[in-house]
Nanobody
Framework: QVQLVESGGGLVQAGGSLRVSCVAS????????MAWFRHPPGREREFVAA????????YYADSVKGRFTISRDNAKNMVYLQMNSLKPEDTAVYFC????????????????WGQGIQVTVSS
């Protein structure tokens, strides 16, 4: 079992930056695909970014490409999402997720989830 806990959310003005973090416990995440999803108000949960085991391959939703960066520190069992040039439409609850067998963008492929953290971008 892997437990995931997000931190670092909050309120930021449009154009600003924020970094959310996810700490894993229970098992090392070095062999897991780690991802970030978000659930905007009134919309369905959506994929944001993912990093495959080893950290060499990352991929992003088109809506955040060039603005967000996912990274991982396997030694610390941490995953990060650096968010720059934030827009009001980035407002959402952000979730950290882990998968032992899947490396895509479908939420159904991830078997461990954090509780989520609110990110609010004001205009």
């Amino acid at each position: 079992q892997v437990q995931l806990v997000e931190s670092g959310g909050g309120l930021v003005q449009a154009g600003g930056s924020l970094r959310v973090s996810c700490v894993a416990s229970g098992r090392t995440i070095s062999t897991y695909t780690m991802a970030w999803f978000r659930h905007p108000p009134g919309r369905e949960r959506e994929f944001v970014a993912a990093t495959r085991a080893g950290g060499g391959i990352t991929y992003y939703a088109d809506s955040v490409k060039g603005r967000f960066t996912i990274s991982r520190d396997n030694a610390k069992n941490m995953v990060y999402l650096q968010m720059n040039s934030l827009k009001p439409e980035d407002t959402a609850v952000y979730f950290c997720a882990a998968s032992t067998y899947y490396s895509g963008s479908a939420s159904s492929g991830y078997n461990y989830w954090g509780q989520g953290i609110q990110v609010t971008v004001s205009s």
